[in-house]
């Protein structure tokens, strides 16, 4: 019924779309003039603020990595790509399942979305949980750190993860057809992998069509699985290892997508198989299999009235099914499905004011059945309607909005509901035209996921038996944020110093017992206040320039602090700092980059201290045709060697990152 329900709500909304785009192309309205600050559409931010923004006028924290970055970089998951990038790490559980970690939050306070939509999968629920999207199939990437995504409701509390792709035409194929074809390799885990994608046109529709693929063995370490710290606290010797045990992965790709493309917008489908094997390696006979079909639907028109430019609209279904084998046998599998449908109104931009109002909607079944079935089955619907406002009159200018979550979690315990109000505000100004100073202010409230709520088992990933509270109630963030960008000749920068104070924030704290059937000590799901703070900083500076040939200096560093009523909060990643000196020319590119991520020492009473390390990377591309469309490209990473652990992770004291990794690829685009 859940398939058949879903289903109708699809085809009334492409019937009424289609009665719609109807309307708008009978219309002959000029084309609006694009302001100045989006005419470049590679600087256009969109998440978090749909009507579009630079990231140098953004009051937001925004990281993008687009096209050129993406055909480079590893074959990776989600986590393990963005990790470095300033106020983001990995929860690096396994090669197969690393999730982004956002200013020390993870889980369901990092929203991680395609085009806007949520994945609709379990990767929320648990660590070992893998994402189900590969970051290989993206042309952009933008991460979004802080509350202040209000477009998004209480899942993004701590930030946003947005994997944009093309699998839904949105533009014609230029010159009736173009595509690109990639393959890559790596020494440190035998990984071998390669993908492709097309786009063409078949008269007014135009046709996608991509596939990837990706396999890799046990990964390669420099010494010890087990850190010093825990074999000192186990009072045992360190077992050297070469690899860590069951860190092997492969995943499969395939997607198609067919859209009409006029000039008032587009309307179209899609729809992407995703199938996963990897290894938990907190278990050394656990392996994971991941299997999710996604239907989508995405369109937009141009309006021309009076007070709105355009009509946007984001549907998704997904049935996703994730199998944990103990051996050969089927352990524990969880299930996930449902819909999320997203509708927005652009308002036309008149004297500086630009401005969205939207509505979301969700609906997920969530069970699990098997020995780890800690989580009971629940169902979960979340209705939200938004707006976000800008003013931006050059020397000066504010933004804000506001939100309102209707959120309800059904289970055979009980059902629980929330309503929650989020609202942001913020002033900006120019003192001159190359700076940029923001300030923003916002309260963002989260309802608690059903993993928080209703818990009760053993959860092996984490090594603990975890309780929830169904009682709880919504979690709500205050924060302040200060903005500076820099733009001016040869220099660049970017600075954010933010400070953020959580009410009822839910923490897994020990309770000092164990369970008498597994073992594991019991941990409670708490509500407490906790205070984060901390900043992000990158500049970079060109110290020579000669037509397309440059030498350019870059640096970056973040920190944050988190601190709890029991203390410090769990699994906080230390600070890190880094320099990069890179080569640009129309043939070769080439760089160096030196990070250093301090000591961890600020921990709970439950993990160990990490130790620093220093990394040194090289990367180099070379483009044996002037018209740039074959790279040939090398990466050797982890240049020394080190033994290097995320403290983000909860398996950092037996299984260590990588150790010296070659990596080397072609990727061509035509």
Partial sequence: MRLTHTSRILLLTASGWAALSGAALAQTTPQTPVPEDTARLEDVIVTGTPFGVTDRASLLAVEVLGAEQLAVAPAATLGDLVNGLPGVRSSSFAPGASRPVIRGLSGPRVQVLTNGLGLIDASSVSPDHQVAVDPAEASRIEIVRGPSTLVFGGSAIGGVVNIIDERVPTTRAENGLDGHVSTQLSSIDNGRGGGASLKTNLGPLVFTIDGYTHQSEDYGISGPAMSQRLADALSVPRPWASTVVNSASAIDQLGAGLSWVGDAGYFGGSVKTTNSTYGTVAEPDV??????????????????????????????????????????????????????????????????WQGVIGGQLLDRDFDAAGAEAYVPRTTTREHGLYTVQRLDRDAWGIEGGIRFDSHRVDSPL???????????????????????????????????????????????????????????????????????????????????????????????????????????????????KADFRGFEAEASYDLWVDGDRSLTL?????????????????????WSAGAQLAWSSRRVDAGVEVRH??????????????????????????????????????????????????????????????????????????
């Fill in 287 to 352: 392996t994971i299999q991941l299997e999710q079909t996604r239907y989508d639907v995405r369109g937009e028109h141009t309006l021309g009235t009076p007070w709105f430019d355009k009509v946007r609209l984001g549907a998704a279904y997904a049935d996703y099914t994730h199998t944990e084998f103990e051996g050969a046998d089927t352990g524990t599998v969880f299930f996930s499905n449902g819909y999320e449908g997203r509708l927005e109104l652009i308002q036309r931009p008149r004297n500086g």
């Fill in 414 to 528: 009980v059902d629980r509901s929330f309503d929650n109000v989020s609202a942001s505000a913020g002033l900006f100004v120019r003192p001159s035209r190359p700076l940029f100073l923001g300030l923003t202010i916002a309260r963002n409230a989260r309802a608690p996921s059903e993993v928080e709520l209703f818990a009760d088992g053993a959860h092996v990933a984490t090594a603990a038996y975890e309780h929830g509270d169904p009682t709880f109630d919504s979690e709500v963030a205050t924060s302040i944020e200060a903005t500076m960008h820099y733009a001016s000749g040869p220099l660049t920068a970017d600075l954010h110093v933010y400070t953020a104070h959580y009410d009822g924030f839910i923490d897994l704290r020990p309770t000092g017992v164990d369970d008498v059937d597994s073992g594991l000590p019991i941990f409670d799901y708490v509500q407490t």
């Fill in 554 to 574: 870059s640096g970056t560093a973040d920190m944050v602090r988190a601190q709890t009523d029991f203390g410090p909060a769990a699994r906080i990643p230390p």
């Fill in 597 to 670: 991520v301090g000591a961890q020492d600020r921990v709970t009473a439950f993990e160990l201290p990490t130790d620093s390390y220093t990394m040194v990377n090289l990367t180099g591309a070379l483009h044996p045709f002037a018209d740039h469309n074959v790279t040939v490209f090398g990466e050797l990473h982890n240049l020394t060697n080190v033994e290097a652990r995320e403290h983000a992770s909860f398996l950092k004291d037996i299984a260590p990152l990588p150790g010296r990794n070659l990596r080397v690829g072609v990727t061509y685009r035509f």
